[in-house]
Structure formats: structure tokens, C-alpha cells
């Protein structure tokens, strides 16, 4: 590159600077964050092929390979936490995904901008609630003395504390989840709708479709890149479960249909302090969800030329 050339890219830059620092400023802290919390820590995932041993440190402690990733795949627990963080994912993903997307059509056909309103407020409340009140009163509802119990009990259901119980684990913590974040979810698809040209919608009444055929027609296809996109971020994070809602919940009698790779990972490694094995774990679930991300980005531009790049 001549001296000419980057002493104009300089100066581009410069301009740039003086003429937008404010932005840059606003963005500075966003950087931080990402620089500092998720790119620095990919170094030590490299403790994932070591014996890591603190004192030693990371460079220090020995070399072993594809030891802890062969010990994860021979272990008992192997399947069963990747067959319930799929289980879980799976579920939360056919009921969980199109529910946000179902309320804001519903909202959006609402007349009254003050029952609209109230409404969305109501379902954003869930969304800021701490998440252990909530998983306080969630183990309190579903007590065999609880609310929940109270109400299916006239109708022949047995009183039983329900998170004792491996069948109910998944039931609960999916519909919390859609109560949680249905309100939540439901921001972005509104402000897609909000972005539909109005023309679109009288020139379907003039040739005399109603509200239904509005929303096939209309609605639907104009929010389409908006599902897609958020559809491709979820599958790429299929197998990360959020560990502090399921350790809130869980207990050992449920383990078998509760315990996930999250989890799995917190328990090997902050309370068994099987650091690298636990990094091991952690990296393997990293690379699948970065494989899913891509393979579900890739077939959608193939299907319908949309995808995150």
C-alpha cells in the first residue's frame, strides 16, 4: 500500500471520527462487553485438551488431547443430557416460537389502542419478573398443595407435587417459559407489522379479502424475513438450555428427564471442579449450536434467499 494511499485512509478516518465520536462513544461500552466477556474467554477454552491444574496455570498444565471429550462420549450421562436438552429445546421451539408471533397478530388486530395497550403490557410484566420469584412460585403452585393441584383436582387428577415427578418437568418448564417471554417476543414482530405498507391492506379489502386473508396474505409475508431470522438465531442456539431456570426447578429425584448440558456442565465444573472436563463439555455444545446456526442459515437463503449473511 503506497503512502499516498494510507495517508487518505488516515484522513478518512479522521474525518469519520471528528464528524461521528458521539456514535462511536455509544457503541464503546457494547464493544467492551463483547470484547471482554465472549471474545477474551474463547482462550481458555484450550483447558478443554489440558489436565488443568490452577496452580500450574493454563500453559502449564499438561497436555491431553481428546482425553475429556472421549470420557464425555463414553459416560452414562452422555445420551441422557443430550436427549433432554433436546427434548426441552425441541418442545420450547414448536410451542414456544410461533407463540409471540401468534399474540402480535392477535394484537395487532385489536381496534382499541387502550385495550392494545393494556394487553401488551400485561404480557411484557412476566419478562421483567426476577427469575427466581419465579421459579419460587412455580415450585409453590405446583406443590400437591398448590393452586395448580387445587384446580385439577375436582376433575380427577391425583394432588401430587409435580416437580418431584420426571413426566411433568418438561410441561412446566415450557409453559412457564411461553408465560415468561410470550409478551416479551411478540416487541419485535410488532414493530415488523408496524412497517407494512397501508396500501397493502386496501388494495386486499378492495378485492374483498377479510381480516383472515389480510393476515395470509398480508401480514404474514411482510413479517416472513423477521420469522426467519429469529427462527435461524433459535436453532442455532438449540442445545443451550438456560442452566439457571432448571437448577432453580430441578432436584435429584428428576434428573433423568431434567438434567441438560448446561447443567451438567455447572455440576462437573463448579461443584466437582472438573474444570477441563467441564470445558470439554461446554466446547462440544459451542461447535454443535455453531454448526446448527450455519446449516439453518444456509438452507434458508437456499429456500427463500433470507439468512442472517
Known amino acids: 500500500m503506497s503512502v499516498h494511499v494510507r495517508e487518505t485512509m488516515r484522513s478518512k478516518v479522521r474525518k469519520d471520527w471528528l464528524k ?4 462511536y462513544l455509544i457503541v464503546l461500552p457494547v464493544l467492551l462487553y463483547y470484547i471482554i466477556f465472549h471474545y477474551l474467554p474463547i482462550y481458555g477454552a484450550i483447558i478443554a485438551f489440558k489436565d488443568y491444574v490452577p496452580t500450574k496455570g493454563i500453559w502449564g498444565s499438561p497436555w491431553v488431547g481428546l482425553k475429556h471429550f472421549q470420557e464425555f462420549f463414553d459416560s452414562y450421562y452422555f445420551w441422557r443430557i443430550l436427549k433432554n436438552t433436546l427434548v426441552i429445546s ?3 421451539l414448536v410451542f414456544g416460537f410461533p ?4 399474540l402480535a397478530l392477535l394484537i395487532n388486530e385489536v381496534k382499541s389502542r387502550f385495550f392494545s395497550r393494556f394487553v401488551q403490557t400485561v404480557t411484557y410484566m412476566p419478562h421483567f419478573i426476577s427469575l427466581v420469584v419465579v421459579c419460587g412460585l412455580i415450585i409453590d403452585f405446583t406443590r400437591d398443595t398448590g393452586i395448580v393441584n387445587s384446580i385439577i383436582g375436582p376433575f380427577g387428577g391425583d394432588k401430587v407435587t409435580m416437580l418431584n ?3 411433568y418437568f418438561v410441561p412446566i418448564y415450557v409453559s412457564s417459559e411461553i408465560w415468561q417471554e ?3 417476543g411478540s416487541i419485535i414482530y410488532l414493530a415488523a407489522m408496524g412497517s407494512i405498507d ?5 388494495a386486499a379489502t378492495i ?3 377479510g381480516r383472515w386473508k389480510q393476515t395470509l396474505h ?5 413479517i416472513a424475513s423477521t420469522i426467519i431470522i429469529l427462527l435461524i438465531l433459535k436453532i442455532g442456539g438449540i442445545l443451550s438450555v438456560g442452566y439457571e431456570k432448571i437448577i432453580l426447578l430441578y432436584n435429584p429425584a428428576i434428573y433423568e428427564s431434567s438434567d441438560v448440558i448446561s447443567t451438567y456442565v455447572f455440576r462437573k465444573g463448579l461443584q466437582e471442579f472438573g474444570w477441563s472436563f467441564s470445558s470439554a463439555v461446554g466446547l462440544f455444545n459451542s461447535v454443535i449450536n455453531f454448526t446448527l446456526l450455519v446449516g439453518a442459515n444456509w438452507l434458508s437463503k437456499k429456500i427463500n434467499q433470507s439468512s442472517l449473511w
Open 20 to 23: 461521528n465520536y458521539s456514535l
Open 90 to 92: 425441541l418442545t420450547s
Open 99 to 102: 407463540a409471540p408471533i401468534i
Open 165 to 167: 415427578n420426571p413426566d
Open 182 to 184: 410470550i409478551g416479551w
Open 198 to 202: 397501508p396500501r397493502q391492506y386496501e
Open 207 to 209: 378485492d374483498g379479502a
Open 218 to 222: 398480508v401480514t404474514l409475508p411482510g
